[in-house]
């Protein structure tokens, strides 16, 4: 099996290497990646906090296509609830708090 190498970038919002640590289980290598999970992720996370089009993810970072193509595949099986979850809950337990909230409130705009 190959091991595929990170390359860091270097924009804002890239994950740290303590937040990469907390949910790099989530994001498994495969045996056929070609490209490095933490890549996919911060193109992603630049994508979101830029609110740039996909064609417009600069050069530095895997292909448009596979980005969307890895974005897609986690949301449709519903990876991102998962990983939020564990990051809330690690979050509330640190604060010594329940890991789970025992209400919520929700606003909607009309």
């Known amino acids: ?12 919002s890239d994950l740290t290497d303590t937040q990469w640590e907390q949910i790099a289980e989530y994001f498994p290598q495969g045996p ?3 490209h490095h999970k933490r890549t996919l ?3 992603v996370l630049y994508l979101v906090n830029n609110g740039c089009k996909w064609r417009a993810l600069p050069h530095d970072f895997s292909p448009y296509s596979t980005v969307h193509s890895f974005y897609r595949r986690a949301r449709l099986s519903g ?3 998962k ?5 809330v809950q690690k979050t509330r337990l640190t604060a010594e708090r329940n890991a789970a909230p025992s209400y ?3 606003i909607l705009k009309v």
């Open 83 to 87: 990983v939020l979850e564990a990051v």
């Open 41 to 43: 992720l911060n193109a």
């Open 1 to 12: 099996m190959k091991k595929i190498e990170f390359k860091a970038t270097n924009y804002l």
């Open 32 to 34: 056929n990646s070609e």
């Open 79 to 81: 990876l991102w609830e």
């Open 104 to 106: 919520a409130l929700l």
